[in-house]
């Protein structure tokens, strides 16, 4: 490959292969990676990101497909991320999401591109957060990241964007449940996509009195989720959607939260830095954790300082 600042003339120029080839680098952590993402921090800081996040088959992919073309309305140039957790490399449920999103194959400026869910030595939301710089780099004004909401890693994905859109389906039980494992805690705006379904009303309302419990403080001036009704196949109540990210943005323009790649790295490696934490402790043989046990009991050591030495028995391990 050419050297790191010819790359990025030609994608700072918007040439579609010099993107996808700055994304397959970045992606597969080669040798120009490093090269390349140092080359960018110049031009970043313009693109909004906004996650997608939800159970599978609630419509996001479709969803994401409606959105797009309202960016595009609104005369906004877009990147989709979707991050696939089905397939370690390629597959056929990445193959759906194309085929979803081909409505904007050849508008030149819509980059769709999926990446694989495994194989990612510095995490998934790692890479996530660098392809997402890449896009910024490349100057879209919206970067939009699709990931599954079911497990601890795609909430940590989801954490790459400014605003967190989580979609739900209408219906009794499920998909809201598979909300509780954390995502509704992120969302910043609460889709249930399917409006056209029975039961959505109720459902909203649910989604309503579990925002109502959830932990995130109340803080004056804060962020209060909206919660909408979305047809993704129809694309009925979506510039409502688009209207409402715009107010998320706004809102954290004013707040002084900017978006940019410094604030999104810094939220991935505090989380990161926590869950390893909390896993190398978790891998102990409980009875290894005796000791400090025995002396907090006996009144010797107070739990925050035996934590302390938790922390630096564990420190180093994988
Ligand atoms: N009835 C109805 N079906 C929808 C709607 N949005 C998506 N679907 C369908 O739901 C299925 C799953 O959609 P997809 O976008 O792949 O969901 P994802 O797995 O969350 O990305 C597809 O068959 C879609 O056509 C909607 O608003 N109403
Ligand atoms: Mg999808």
Request: proline share 5%.
């Amino acid at each position: 490959m050419a050297g790191a600042g010819d790359i990025i003339a030609r994608l700072r120029s918007g040439e579609p292969l010099a993107l996808a080839r700055a994304i397959t680098a970045v992606e597969n952590e080669t040798e120009d990676a490093a090269g390349i993402l140092r080359a960018i921090q110049p031009h970043l800081g313009h693109a909004r990101v906004h996650g997608f996040t939800g159970p599978p088959g609630v419509g996001k992919s479709t969803l994401v497909d409606a959105y797009i073309t309202e960016l595009r309305k609104r005369d906004l140039s877009v990147g989709v991320i979707a991050v696939d957790p089905s397939s370690p490399v390629s597959g056929g449920a990445i193959l759906g999401d194309r085929v979803r999103m081909t409505s904007h194959g050849v508008d030149p400026r819509v980059f769709v591109r999926s990446i694989a869910a495994r194989g990612h030595l510095g995490g998934l939301s790692a890479t996530a957060a660098f392809v997402v710089d890449v896009l910024d780099a490349a100057g879209k004004d919206v970067v939009i990241v699709e990931t599954v909401g079911t497990g601890q890693s795609e909430v940590e994905v989801a954490q790459v964007a400014d605003t967190k859109v989580v979609v739900c389906a209408p219906g009794a039980g499920d998909d809201v449940q598979a909300l509780k494992a954390g995502i509704i805690e992120i969302g910043d705006v609460l889709v249930v996509n399917k409006a056209d379904l029975p039961d959505a009303e109720p459902t909203m309302k649910r989604l309503g009195a579990m925002l109502a419990l959830r932990r995130r403080p109340n803080v004056p001036g804060g962020w209060t989720p909206e919660v909408l009704a979305t047809t993704a196949t129809t694309g009925a109540g979506v510039a409502a959607l688009a209207d409402a990210i715009q107010r998320h943005d706004d809102y954290l323009g004013a707040s002084g939260r900017k978006s940019g790649s410094g604030p999104r790295l810094r939220a991935l490696l505090a989380q990161t830095a926590g869950r390893l934490a909390a896993e190398r402790v978790a891998k102990l043989d409980p009875a290894a954790l005796d000791p400090l046990v025995d002396a907090v009991r006996r009144g010797e050591l107070d739990i925050k300082s035996a934590a302390e030495r938790l922390l630096k028995d564990v420190q180093g391990r994988d």
